[in-house]
């Protein structure tokens, strides 16, 4: 059975002359007898009494209309409900470690006040893993500090961002050569944006540190840098920049090498851009704007 063909019976049981019903429709009257003989047809059972020109409706045809009336109603209003809301339904978003503590959770939440039909399904993991997860369907919207030339995949910048090196040593050169800084370096996991774009700016240089460990999150890093002045570390300036107003940590700026780098959002190429993946895409570059997260 169809939407048509049960909208043509609800309309005889308030009306049953088939001749107003389908003038009231637009159609000709055999096109609402026909429909009726295919609604009969597949529920099996005869649903009006034929008087004349009238279909009235009989006793398995009031049973069928009070048992079916209320959810027809639902499902004919579902047809129109992206028309109604069309910044509506889930978002599988998922932000590298930078981008998802120092940027977006604002932005998630002014999103989510301000269009309450939609929901985001929100994960924090390394650029290589969203990148992966893009490519298998996994995720809508990526957002990646890490560089990212898979042909199958659109980029758009959102922010240029900076590395620089930080320690807790207040008495430590203000410029120096990398291969000059004699500290245990404290990195990121192999596989994040921030450990990965330091690595590669620094080609064979990087072969020379010292590197003691490897953690998963800032927080972590930075209390050990906090703790010991003998540590040292290449993370994102946006990441630090409380530490740096307050002096707990102290910015190293190296001689002939900088660290500057764009994040991205990403997406798969054969990704359908709805009203609201457009909207959410326009939304997080307005507030980067307006925010001036450099």
């Excluded at 096109?31 to 609604?39: C, G, H, T």
């Excluded at 040593?169 to 996991?189: C, F, G, H, S, V």
Aim: aromatic letters at 10%; hydrophobic letters at 40%; a positive charge.
């Amino acid at each position: 059975m169809t939407l048509k063909e049960l909208n043509f019976f609800y309309k005889l049981c308030e009306n049953p002359s088939v001749g107003q019903v389908a003038k009231q429709m637009n159609i000709s009257q055999s096109a609402v007898s026909l429909a009726i003989k295919s609604l009969e047809n597949d529920l099996e059972e005869v649903l009006f009494d034929r008087v004349g020109k009238k279909l009235i409706l009989n006793e398995r045809g009031r049973y069928f209309k009070n048992m079916t009336h209320e959810h027809f109603l639902y499902l004919y209003d579902s047809k129109n409900i992206f028309q109604k809301n069309k910044i509506a339904g889930t978002l599988n978003i998922a932000a590298s470690k930078t981008i998802a503590n120092f940027i977006m959770p604002n932005i998630y939440f002014k999103f989510l006040s301000k269009y309450k039909n939609v929901s985001l399904n929100i994960n924090s993991v390394n650029s290589s893993i969203i990148i992966n997860k893009i490519l298998n369907g996994e995720l809508d919207i990526g957002l990646i500090e890490a560089p990212c030339d898979n042909a199958n995949i659109i980029k758009e910048k959102i922010i240029e961002d900076e590395l620089i090196i930080v320690t807790s040593d207040k008495d430590a050169k203000k410029e120096a050569y990398i291969d000059t800084i004699n500290k245990k370096w404290i990195l990121r996991e192999s596989g994040s944006g921030t450990r990965d774009t330091f690595i590669k700016r620094l080609g064979n240089l990087a072969n020379n540190l010292d590197i003691f460990m490897e953690l998963y999150e800032f927080d972590e890093i930075k209390k050990i840098l906090v703790k010991n002045k003998d540590t040292v570390t290449a993370i994102s300036k946006v990441a630090v920049e409380e530490e740096l107003r307050n002096k707990t940590l102290f910015q190293i700026k190296l001689i002939n090498i900088d660290f500057k780098r764009e994040f991205h959002l990403i997406y798969h190429k054969s990704k359908t851009t709805n009203f609201l993946f457009s909207t959410f895409k326009k939304f997080i570059l307005a507030e980067i704007v307006n925010n001036k997260f450099k």
